[in-house]
C-alpha cells in the first residue's frame, strides 16, 4: 500500500514570496491533515478535511495560508506571503474516514526555509 | 488549557539498555494517548495507542506504554534499545472535542 506523497521534499524561498505544497494521501483515506513543524517543536494542526469539506481550520493563519482539496483526494497548501516565522516542516497525514481517534498516516513532510 | 509535556528534551543511552521516555498531559477528561516515532527526513509513525481497558499497551518495534491516570502520565519504554531506535519521540494527545496536540518531542540518541 502506499503512503502519503508530498511534494516538494525542500523549498527555500525569499520572504513574502508565495510557495505551494501538494500533498496525495492514501487511497480511500476520506480525511487530510496539514500540520506544521517548527523546529525543536511537535506538529500542530492546521486544518483538517473530511472528503472535501473543511472540519477545522481554526488555526490556519487564514491572512497568510490556504488550503483546499476540490475532489477529495489530493490538497494544496499556500502561502502568501511568506515571512520568517514560516520556515519549518509540513506534514500532511490521512486517515480512513471518521472521528479523529484514527490512525493518522503521516507523509515525509516539506521542508520550507524562508529566507 | 490541555498541554502536553516531555520533559525530556534529548536521551542517550547505550544500545542494549533499558529506555523510558516521559509524557504527561493536562486534560479535562479522559484523553486518548498515542506515542509516534520520527525518524529524520521521515513522517511521524504510529508506535502505539491507548484508548481505554488494560493500562499498559504494546507497540512495535518491542516498545510499551503505561498509562497511569493518578500521574497524568503515558510514559514509553523498551527493555533493550537497537542503534534504529535512534530517532525523535513525540506523545500526542486528543480528547473529545479537541485538536490532536502534540509534545514537543524527546530525541533519543544510541551510543554503540
Known amino acids: 500500500e502506499a503512503g502519503v506523497a508530498q511534494s516538494p521534499r525542500y523549498k527555500i524561498i525569499e520572504k513574502r514570496q508565495s510557495v505551494a505544497f501538494w500533498c496525495n494521501p492514501i487511497?480511500?483515506?476520506?480525511?487530510l491533515y496539514w500540520y506544521q513543524q517548527i523546529l525543536g517543536q511537535g506538529p500542530k494542526l492546521l486544518i483538517q478535511?473530511?472528503?472535501?469539506?473543511?472540519?477545522?481550520d481554526s488555526q490556519l493563519p487564514k491572512d497568510r495560508f490556504s488550503a483546499e482539496r476540490l475532489k477529495g483526494v489530493d490538497s494544496t497548501l499556500k502561502i502568501q506571503p511568506a515571512k520568517l516565522e514560516d520556515s519549518a516542516v509540513y506534514l500532511c497525514?490521512?486517515?480512513?474516514?471518521?472521528?479523529?481517534?484514527?490512525?493518522?498516516?503521516f507523509g515525509p513532510g516539506t521542508r520550507l526555509t524562508v529566507l | 488549557a490541555q498541554s502536553v509535556t516531555q520533559p525530556d528534551i534529548h536521551i542517550t543511552v547505550s544500545e542494549g539498555a533499558s529506555l523510558e521516555l516521559r509524557c504527561n498531559y493536562s486534560?479535562?477528561?479522559?484523553?486518548?494517548l498515542f506515542w509516534y516515532v520520527q525518524s529524520p527526513g521521515q513522517g511521524l509513525q504510529l508506535l502505539l495507542k491507548?484508548?481505554?481497558?488494560?493500562?499498559l499497551v504494546q507497540g512495535i518495534k518491542g516498545f510499551e506504554a503505561e498509562f497511569k491516570r493518578s500521574q497524568s502520565s503515558f510514559n514509553l519504554r523498551k527493555p533493550s534499545v537497537h542503534w534504529s531506535d535512534a530517532a525523535e519521540y513525540f506523545c500526542?494527545?486528543?480528547?473529545?472535542?479537541?485538536?490532536?496536540?502534540f509534545g514537543p518531542g524527546t530525541r533519543l540518541s544510541v551510543l554503540p
Open positions: 497525514a490521512s486517515s480512513v474516514a471518521g472521528n479523529r481517534y484514527n490512525e493518522q498516516f
Open positions: 487511497s480511500g483515506h476520506a480525511t
Open positions: 478535511f473530511q472528503n472535501n469539506g473543511v472540519v477545522d
Open positions: 486534560y479535562g477528561a479522559t484523553p486518548y
Open positions: 491507548y484508548f481505554s481497558g488494560d493500562t
Open positions: 500526542a494527545v486528543i480528547s473529545y472535542g479537541q485538536n490532536f496536540v
